[in-house]
């Protein structure tokens, strides 16, 4: 297994929080990698907060295998996980074929979303010795089947199908997974029944890590922020005010 990616795969043991954020470009990555973050995830994410489309069914494998580059070439210590796009993994050989194209790329492990339904297409990337993370609760590739963003498990039946996912997962080799907008209880029973680390967003604090994308994070995409995230900067603005001095600066005559 990649050293790169010991200290995700040993903090459940050591019981240490991971700490994961997104990153898109070399600048991010690099000032994440200096800052001490885990873990990097080249989240599809990036369909919305980098190319502006309207959710994550827009973004194609290419734009994937380009923005992973990027960030592979700003992290020196941070291992870098990158997703796998939607329809890039319909199949368990289309799954294997493109996971080998984000590790080509510079990344040290993939993810996809899906339980039970995706565990051939994750038993083929791990028996291929791919390292990868699942991904379950609310999938935002689903968000149109869906009809929306809407949190997981509030119903013991809906609990019990995610643990079932979750356990699939782990079975199948996934070496940790994400949970996204799944009600506390269940993050926390679905936690506690692992032995791989899970990784909320919107979860609960109970799980093994958190994962924010970090625009939420830095106030870089202030038309639209999560309920769950809580900024921690206000870049956007910042940028914004930058932006207007300068244009008073040139306007005026002084530079």
């Known amino acids: 297994m990649n050293p790169r990616l010991e200290p995700l795969l040993t903090a459940k043991a050591r019981g240490c929080k991971v700490a994961m954020l997104t990153a898109y470009d070399y600048p991010t990555a690099r000032l994440l990698d200096e800052a001490g973050v885990d873990v990097l995830l080249v989240?599809?994410?990036?369909?919305?907060v980098v190319l502006g489309y309207p959710d994550t069914t827009f973004v194609t494998m290419e734009e994937m295998l380009h923005h992973t580059r990027a960030v592979a070439r700003?992290?020196?210590?941070?291992?870098?996980?990158?997703?796998?796009?939607?329809?890039?993994y319909d199949t368990p050989e289309q799954a294997v074929a493109n996971a080998r194209r984000l590790m080509e790329a510079g990344a040290d492990a993939v993810k996809l979303e899906g339980g039970i339904s995706h565990s051939a297409q994750i038993a083929a990337i791990t028996r291929s010795g791919i390292p990868l993370v699942a991904h379950i609760g609310m999938l935002p590739q689903s968000v149109r089947e869906e009809g929306g963003y809407k949190i997981k498990g509030k119903t013991p039946e809906a609990a019990q199908q995610l643990l079932n996912d979750a356990l699939a997962v782990?079975?199948?080799g996934a070496i940790a997974v994400v949970m996204e907008l799944v009600k506390a209880e269940a993050s926390q029973a679905i936690t506690a029944?692992?032995?791989?680390?899970?990784?909320?967003?919107?979860s609960g604090a109970e799980c093994d890590g958190q994962v924010l994308v970090i625009h939420d994070l830095a106030g870089l995409f202030p038309w639209f922020t999560p309920r769950f995230a809580k900024p921690l900067a206000a870049a956007g603005a910042?940028?914004?005010?930058?932006?207007?001095?300068?244009v008073e600066r040139v306007h005026s005559g002084k530079a």
């Open 193 to 202: 029944a692992l032995r791989i680390p899970t990784i909320g967003i919107g």
């Open 238 to 246: 910042s940028i914004r005010e930058a932006a207007a001095a300068y």
């Open 74 to 88: 700003g992290s020196q210590r941070a291992p870098v996980i990158a997703d796998l796009p939607i329809h890039s």
């Open 43 to 48: 989240g599809d994410s990036l369909g919305m």
């Open 170 to 172: 782990e079975a199948a």
